[in-house]
T-cell receptor, first 113, second 115 residues
Framework: GDSVTQMEGPVTLSEEAFLTINCTYT??????LFWYVQYPGEGLQLLLK?????DKGSNKGFEATYRKETTSFHLEKGSVQVSDSAVYFC????????????FGSGTRLLVRP | EAGVTQFPSHSVIEKGQTVTLRCDPI?????LYWYRRVMGKEIKFLLH????????ESGMPNNRFLAERTGGTYSTLKVQPAELEDSGVYFC?????????????FGPGTRLTVL
């Protein structure tokens, strides 16, 4: 069945450091890929998405590129801020699976001043 | 525009009791999804409504869970009787159009603790 694997956390970085959170997926067909973020005390919010191969999603300085050849959707940011501290979830959905989201286990990011 | 709301935010019950969780989606959204996250593991799909109909309930763990969406508006998820392993955070999400990759908007979740 479909699955998403993302790197274990927590990831601890200093402010202005470069961030990469790895995400790989297994799915039949052509899934859409997503990064969701959960800030402390809040619900899940969509951070960015890509719906086809080679698409790049971007938002708030974060980027991720849909790489079908490596079945990956790694999240990157050039310079993290303390306010980026949150849990990040990689996810996929497919049309023939009612568009339900299949999530990775989440990666907690802690950014220190 | 109001977002997805869920009630209660927290619920603590004893094993064997019944609990009902409620989700109010964004007005006009036809799709409503339920998910749950158990003990820091991945968030898992439970079921999907299109309007008042169950489109996919493949993620429901067993027959102790009953979901309804009366009139295609709000939805309830009842657990009866609750077991210890049902503890976790239950999320509801909605999206507007049937058959699209529209963004799913999530509620804040209900944290359920079964003692």
């Amino acid at each position: 069945g479909d699955s998403v694997t993302q790197m274990e956390g927590p990831v601890t970085l200093s402010e202005e450091a470069f961030l990469t959170i790895n995400c790989t997926y297994t799915a039949t067909g052509y899934p859409s890929l997503f990064w969701y973020v959960q800030y402390p005390g809040e619900g899940l919010q969509l951070l960015l998405k890509a719906t086809k191969a080679d698409d790049k999603g971007s938002n708030k300085g974060f980027e991720a590129t849909y790489r079908k050849e490596t079945t990956s959707f790694h999240l990157e940011k050039g310079s993290v801020q303390v306010s980026d501290s949150a849990v990040y979830f990689c996810a996929l959905s497919r049309r023939d699976s009612s568009y339900k989201l299949i999530f990775g286990s989440g990666t907690r990011l802690l950014v220190r001043p | 525009e109001a977002g997805v709301t869920q009630f209660p935010s927290h619920s603590v019950i004893e094993k064997g009791q019944t609990v009902t969780l409620r989700c109010d989606p964004i007005s006009g959204h036809d799709n409503l999804y339920w998910y749950r996250r158990v003990m820091g593991k991945e968030i898992k799909f439970l079921l999907h409504f299109v309007k008042e109909s169950k489109q996919d309930e493949s993620g429901m763990p067993n027959n102790r869970f009953l979901a309804e969406r009366t009139g295609g508006t709000y939805s309830t998820l009842k657990v009866q009787p609750a077991e210890l392993e049902d503890s976790g955070v239950y999320f509801c999400a909605s999206s507007p159009r049937v058959g699209s990759t529209d963004t799913q908007y999530f509620g804040p979740g209900t944290r359920l603790t079964v003692l």
